[in-house]
């Protein structure tokens, strides 16, 4: 009896015998395994070898290919027959794709428990051994289609970066999601996909702060934002998050003290935090288990920006390192890797050294970081925060507050972006506002 995943697999298939150009798509996506019915695997294996060979995708020609990969002949002919009768409708192709990739993951997530079952019963087998042949498999499920596409030739490789050209033409300097700071987007192209941003910053300079701000600037373009808060819990997180979205002092809203026109302003801010925002706060979260939530996002939303708050406090579970530099060498490269698996911008804020603590001038350098695992090396872009009122106290200084960008892409001199702190509200604003030029001075770092 065939259940509803087969009848998908049907209509699937379907698509495939009466239209070449989808069969040639999905054969690139899919592979015979994400099939689980015997017949369907077989009908689609045939037809993939028909596209490889470029023969043209005739009822007769498949029935021979299946008979000499299975020795089945007539049942096969006639269910091929059969299937290229049932008019399938080709709007839906995406959502079947989507419904057989999901089927296939639930198989080998249930293999996979099977597996990591009996090898858990075997001494010889370390937690770390175990944790790791788990991830490297989870990971390669979560991966979905995209994992199986064949490299790139020639002509569509120069097709698809003249595509990528016209897309940074089209809008010049910022190719990238802006990151709602003028002044920072006159420096560098945006947040790109498969690029690792690192934001650094002594103890009480506003590192989780900053990375709110940009988190709501991006929800304010309608860009997804996957927040991963270990430190701070959600309600905290998201208290800071409308305190700068509707201007009430966050003070107000945690003693509850807002009046009836604060709490209107509040949830009129109710737009900003939709289904675009998505928070995981679960503390001490192991790298892995970082990793495959993050996936998890990806393969529902599509696309969208990864926040890490912050790096170094993820668990060590999972991770076969000794030293305190090993571990952030090896948080840092993993989450390095996660911008390059989920083809998205991933930004990890990493806590710098106490080096700075200990000199005349408090201004954060690019060496502040690289005591701290290879970090630095993992980071496509390093920006530095620095507020001067942590160590002066002095009341001009308050409002003080810098951003270095001290390692880019195409960067040769780091610079500094000059910011209006507003504890208040969390919030750091662009001094400069609209005229981004202003805020740009070449440092030394």
Sequence with gaps: MSGPADGIEQSLLACMLVSPPHARQLAAVLTPEHFENTLNRTVFAAVRKLIETSTPIDGSLVGRQIKLLSG??????????????????????????EAILEDHAHRQMSALLAQAGEMAKDPAVTVAALAEFIEDRQNAILAGPDQLRPGQQGPQLFTDHEAWLDKRQANPGLCGYSSGYPSLDALFPGFEPSTHYVIGGSTGMGKSMIAGCLALNLLRQH???????????????????????????????????CNSVEREAIKATEHLFGPALTIEDQ????????????????????????????????????????????FASAVSHRAMMLSRKLQAPVVSLVQLNRGQRDREDKRPKLSDIRDSGKIEEDANYVFLLYRPYYYTKDE?????????????????????????????????????????EQGLMEVDL
């Design 396 to 436: 001009d200084d308050k409002r003080k507050a810098w951003l270095f960008l001290a390692k880019g892409r195409e960067i040769r001199e780091a610079q500094e972006i000059e910011m209006l702190f507003h504890g208040e509200t969390a919030d750091f604003r662009d001094k400069y506002g609209l005229d981004g």
């Design 283 to 326: 503390p001490s979260m192991p790298m892995p288990t970082l990793e495959a939530k993050a996936m998890r996002w990806m393969n529902r939303v599509g696309t969208g920006v990864v926040f890490i708050d912050y790096l170094t406090k993820v668990s060590r579970e999972g991770l076969d390192v000794q030293s305190t530099y090993d």
């Design 223 to 257: 860009i997804n934002v996957l927040l991963f808060s270990l430190e701070m819990d959600r309600n905290s997180l998201m208290t800071r998050l409308k305190s700068r979205a509707s201007g009430v002092p966050k003070d107000k809203m945690l003693r509850g003290a």
């Design 72 to 97: 089945l002949d007539g049942t096969a002919t006639a269910f091929v027959e059969q299937l290229r009768q049932s008019k399938p409708d080709l709007a839906v192709i995406e959502h079947h794709v």
